[in-house]
């Protein structure tokens, strides 16, 4: 069974700022890893996908994410922060069998900028 | 249509009573999956559609849930006799075939049993 931790449930920074959401994953095979933005209300956005290409992702917004296997990792990261960018934020991981691509979501992590 | 399209975006029930989700995917995307979110669980699969083939109906949390897909277009999703613990936002979402899970999400019914 695959498995997907983000650390962190909340994370607070200031405009202009760093972003770094963490996301560690477990998988018995090569796994296909996303991360989804939720802004209250609506339904989740892709950001940016992994499917075994290239190791950093870019995505929109200027968000992107590096796979890294020996660590099990798959962190997104944006240089600064704008307040736009406040949303929860979630990495999930793909239970591939053969066409079907069903995610194992991780619980999310709240972002919040302060100006 | 430009979007997934869920209908109704929210749905006051009370115990006991049966409810109907609807999801319209995208045009032209063969896949199509029901998740649920809730606080306690955070977002679940539920149920996966491809084509004609046979769903994967691995996720539904009882038998009190049930979905349906025409071909490749409207899927409904029924909870008979809602229980309090059904309360959730229940997500719709379409990919093309063999994209690799980056779906479409719908804006989602928030479902209320009372």
């Known amino acids: 069974a695959q498995s997907v931790t983000q650390l962190g449930s909340h994370v607070s920074v200031s405009e202009g700022a760093l972003v770094l959401l963490r996301c560690n994953y477990s998988s018995s095979v090569p796994p296909y890893l996303f991360w989804y933005v939720q802004y209250p209300n609506q339904g989740l956005q892709l950001l940016l996908k992994?499917?075994?290409?290239?190791?950093l992702v870019k995505g929109i917004n200027g968000f992107e994410a590096e796979f890294k296997k020996s660590e099990t990792s798959f962190h997104l990261t944006k240089p600064s922060a704008h307040m736009s960018d406040a949303a929860e934020y979630f990495c999930a991981v793909s239970d591939r069998g053969g066409s079907n691509y069903k995610l194992t979501f991780g619980k999310g992590t709240l972002l919040t900028v302060n100006p | 249509g430009a979007g997934v399209s869920q209908s109704p975006s929210n749905k006051v029930t009370e115990k006991g009573k049966d409810v109907e989700l609807r999801c319209d995917p995208i045009?032209?995307?063969?896949?199509l999956y029901w998740y649920r979110q809730s606080l306690g669980q955070g977002l679940e699969f539920l149920i996966y559609?491809?084509?004609?083939?046979?769903?994967?109906k691995s996720g539904l949390p009882s038998d009190r849930f049930s979905a349906e897909r025409t071909g490749e277009s409207v899927s409904t999703l029924t909870i008979q006799r809602t229980q309090q613990e059904d309360s959730a936002v229940y997500l719709c979402a379409s990919s093309p075939w063999s994209d690799g899970g980056g779906y479409t999400f719908g804006s989602g019914t928030r479902l209320t049993v009372v």
């Open positions: 559609f491809q084509g004609n083939s046979a769903p994967d």
């Open positions: 992994y499917t075994s290409a290239a190791t």
């Open positions: 045009s032209g995307h063969t896949a």
